[in-house]
């Protein structure tokens, strides 16, 4: 993907976990956190921070490193201890420009919620499943958000956010030995709470869940094709556009309470 | 003769040239890393006869015409070099002498004739530029000397001749000596009878040497500042001297897979572009057949630039099939693939730049222990009717019997089957690693990841150190060579009281000692492709053939068989890093196969297996010795 000369020195902030290969269960890369710094790296390659909360010991961490960065930053933490805090803290301090995550966790609780937890806790807006990060200018960034069945949808959004990094970005670039083995693991001793909540949880490797039947009603090839590819058509919900900006407040307004999110 | 000084000065001048020229030019290779064995120097420089009259000239006796050249204009050559030294310049006067020297100059002078119609028309493979003025100059020394040295054998007066004779023979010494002695170590085309000789001598394989074999790739140590050869000065100093032995005679191009499918490599000009490197300068003057597809001229290089930065490009190296066709064709004994992979080694390892599906390849490899990603706990599912002994359970088997990566694969699953149906009849004790068995490494340190070759090698040395079994038996050359040749590296323990083997090999074995009835075989027309991993890498050519002729099968051979077999495109990550061509090798050879009107193809590969079954049909069908054995197996009945 060709991305513009991005003049601005921006901060970004990779967050990266430990992924777990779906056939083996070995630890390695995140598919979407390898994609997170594969972003980073072309938006920012100077001012690229990688940064981890766990072990630093973690092989995985490598993969990570053998993309061709020079450190990454762990925030060293107990293996029971709660990232989000910080990870929060860690960012207030040091004030990046976008931070970059994985959409789902693929060991433990890496991804998941961590970005709407860092948001929420930094007061930042949160851009989940982007697929490029286009231009950045004045304090606005123009991103490419990921919908289903290859859509795009443009957003601006001013600095500082969070985004959640969608499998339809730019694939992570291979990692090499030389650089892997040779990256510095810039440690971070941090406080931290003990994540009770986890504590009392059981971890299952996920089931497959039964699929529903799939009943055909195309009856021509051209009805398969436009069932394969049209745009769900959600049902219900309206696009409020020219409308005043009150009466677009209410309509959300309503809605949240029809659907139980306000009392 | 008028100026009695004159020619005694010249040589002396021209061989002080020589000398400086020499030293060098030494110091161009000894800017490269330490060999792994060192040789002493006069032990190193003694073996050169032996050598050169075995070794190399058993190479050059494949084309019998240039062998005779090459003796008679080499052997005159080096003859009346010492001799003129004697005579002209020391001055010593002895008719003997005198006389030997006219023979051995008439030697070198009938050498140069034979050069001369060689070069009428020269065939494509050779390179032309400054190689094709070689015989003139061969001429003019061989002629002019003569002339001078008549005198001292007595045919002549002395001081014979005018101011003419005078000044022509004196332009030609100086010619023939600037191409013959200054040339030799300023980077003329004789340039490769001082490189080569040394080379000889000084050989990164010595074990090539008097008929041994030695193939296996060398281990990386991984604690260097740099992985793989970056640029010239990476290499070891003596495989810096091999790519300055090269004669440019393209026997490699000639055998070279790719460079015949219109890929963008042709050993020879990969050769002189690492001569480029090390001497620094540019491709400007190369006169051979450029990289197919690229023009020549536009290559610049020094000893300490990145290789793949404007000498090479990266495609030429990936599109190496390590099929070693260029290596058994060299007359001077130089390592083409050695060369390849380390900077193939530099390209994965520190730019993390393996082409196409090779970072997804290596990544699988990496976590689940097997190229396409399978889940390693579904490694023995063939074998769910077949009521194996793991070895987890027996501890203790005749042959380990390693399945390879076959085992995810349909179509090889058939091989392993039929295999494994010869050993029950023949029963044989033996065993299977099942799911401990990890991919032996061959595509991961052919795509340039030493490390996670060693890892895996490693590993499963550390594996199969649990159990005892005498032989390991595998349908996989590939598998076959990194077990028998490059996992010792690792873990020497194990290897000393193990043999390895090619089924073929053991499956010979087994029909010679009757433990196998087979009926014969009457389907037609038979060829039999020899698995580059196979014959080159291993040296076994007899076995399969010998399996088939126990089954009545008289095989009908392809021209290009034995240790001049074609590759089939499938070796060295080929198929992975898949650069573009003008035709597929799997084609030419099936193409080779068509000229036999052979209506089977035998073959001893399963990766060879999956390419020539790759070509389009109508196509003669292609299966494994095993499961041409397995068809024809008698079963007794109980």
């Known amino acids: ?263 | 003769m008028i100026f009695e000084w004159l020619h005694p000065l010249l040589i002396a001048a021209a061989l002080a040239l020589a000398v400086i020229g020499a030293v060098r030019r030494i110091s161009l290779w000894r800017a490269g890393q330490p060999a792994e064995q060192s040789i002493s120097l006069i032990a190193g420089l003694l073996t050169i006869p032996k050598r050169y009259f075995h070794d190399l000239h058993d190479i050059v006796e494949r084309d019998k015409y240039m062998a005779k050249t090459h003796v008679a204009a080499g052997g005159g050559f080096v003859l009346s070099a010492v001799l003129i030294i004697v005579v002209h310049l020391f001055g010593i006067e002895s008719k003997i002498l005198a006389w030997g020297l006219l023979a051995a100059l008439a030697l070198m002078f009938v050498g140069g004739l034979m050069v001369a119609k060689r070069r009428q028309n020269p065939p494509s493979r050779i390179s032309k530029g400054p190689w094709m003025r070689l015989p003139k100059s061969l001429l003019s020394f061989a002629g002019a000397f003569f002339v001078l040295t008549l005198p001292a054998a007595g045919v002549l007066p002395e001081g014979t001749g005018g101011w003419i004779l005078t000044i022509v023979l004196t332009a030609l010494i100086i010619w023939g000596m600037g191409e013959m002695f200054f040339g030799m170590t300023w980077g003329g085309p004789m340039k490769h009878a001082f490189a080569g000789a040394l080379h000889l001598a000084f050989h990164r394989r010595q074990e090539r040497f008097g008929g041994g074999r030695s193939t296996g790739l060398k281990p990386v140590d991984l604690g260097q500042d740099i992985l793989g050869v970056s640029k010239p000065t990476d290499f070891k100093w003596n495989q810096l001297l091999g790519f300055d032995a090269c004669v440019q005679c393209g026997r490699c191009e000639a055998m070279c897979p790719a460079f015949a499918a219109g890929q963008p490599l042709n050993p020879k000009k990969l050769i002189q572009d690492m001569v480029v490197g090390l001497a620094g300068g540019t491709d400007a003057n190369y006169a051979g057949s450029p990289y197919p597809g690229k023009d020549v001229g536009s290559a610049k290089g020094g000893p300490t630039q990145i290789i793949t930065e404007g000498l090479v490009d990266p495609e030429t190296l990936w599109s190496c099939t390590t099929c070693r066709a260029c290596v058994e064709e060299c007359p001077m004994m130089i390592e083409h693939v050695d060369a390849i992979v380390d900077m193939r080694r530099f390209l994965t390892m520190e730019k993390g730049n393996t082409p196409n599906k090779g970072a997804e390849v290596l990544d699988n490899i990496i976590a689940t222990d097997n190229p396409n990603g399978y889940a390693p706990a579904s490694r023995t599912n063939w074998a769910a009717d077949q009521n194996l002994a793991v070895m987890k359970d027996v501890k203790e088997a005749d042959v380990l019997f390693w399945v390879s990566d076959g085992a995810f694969d349909m179509r090889s699953q058939r091989i392993l089957r039929s295999f494994v149906k010869l050993l029950k009849a023949a029963n044989v004790d033996f065993a299977v690693l099942g799911d401990e068995e990890l991919d032996s490494g061959d595509v991961a340190r052919r795509l340039g990841d030493d490390a996670a070759f060693q890892s895996l090698a490693k590993r499963n040395i550390e594996i199969m150190s649990q159990y005892k079994f005498k032989r390991i038996v595998t349908t996989d050359p590939h598998a076959y060579h990194c077990l028998r040749n490059e996992y010792a590296d690792f873990g020497g323990d194990l290897f000393k009281n193990v043999e390895v083997l090619h089924h073929t090999t053991f499956l010979n074995e087994l029909v010679q000692q009757g433990k196998l009835k087979l009926d014969t075989f009457s389907g037609g027309t038979v060829t039999y492709h020899d698995p580059c991993y196979l014959g080159r890498y291993n040296g076994e050519y007899e076995a399969p053939r010998e399996l088939l002729r126990s089954l009545g099968i008289e095989v009908a051979e392809m021209e290009r068989s034995g240790f001049r077999s074609r590759c089939c495109g499938g070796g060295g990550g080929a198929p992975i890093t898949d650069i573009p061509g003008e035709r597929r090798i799997a084609d030419m050879r099936m193409e080779d196969v068509n000229t036999t009107g052979a209506e089977l193809v035998a073959v001893g590969c399963q990766q060879c297996t999956a390419m020539l079954e790759g070509v389009v049909e109508p196509r003669p069908e292609v299966k494994d010795i095993a499961e041409i054995l397995a068809d024809q197996l008698i079963e007794e009945v109980h």
């Open chain 1, 1 to 263: 993907m060709q991305h513009k000369q991005i003049s601005q020195n921006l901060n970004v902030v990779s967050l990266i976990s430990v992924g777990k290969h779906p056939q083996s269960g070995r630890e390695r890369r995140a598919e979407q956190d390898g994609r997170a710094v594969e972003l980073g790296m072309n938006l920012a390659s100077d001012n690229l921070t990688v940064l981890h909360a766990g072990d630093p010991q973690q092989q995985a961490l490598r993969s990570y490193a053998g993309m061709g960065l020079k450190s990454i930053r762990v925030l060293q933490l107990d293996s029971a201890a709660d990232a989000v805090a910080p990870l929060g803290n860690y960012l207030q301090q040091h004030g990046p420009d976008i931070v970059l995550t994985g959409i789902r966790a693929e060991s433990g609780e890496s991804s998941g919620m961590v970005p709407y937890q860092l948001a929420e806790q930094l007061g930042w807006p949160l851009v989940p499943r982007i697929a490029d990060i286009v231009d950045v200018k004045d304090g606005v960034a123009e991103v490419l958000q990921a919908l289903p069945r290859g859509q795009r949808r443009a957003l601006k959004v001013r600095l500082p956010f969070v985004a959640s990094v969608d499998n339809a970005a730019q694939e992570a670039r291979q990692s090499a030995y030389g650089p892997a083995s040779r990256a510095l693991m810039d440690l971070q001793a941090v406080e931290s709470a003990t994540d009770d909540v986890r504590a009392a949880w059981e971890e299952a490797p996920a089931r497959k869940r039964p699929k529903r039947l799939k009943v055909v009603k195309a009856k021509t090839a051209a009805e398969r094709f436009k069932a394969a590819t049209a745009k769900s058509q959600g049902d219900g919900g309206k696009v409020m556009k020219n409308e005043p900006a009150a009466e677009q407040a209410q309509a959300i307004f309503d809605l949240l309470i029809e659907e139980g999110v306000l009392r």
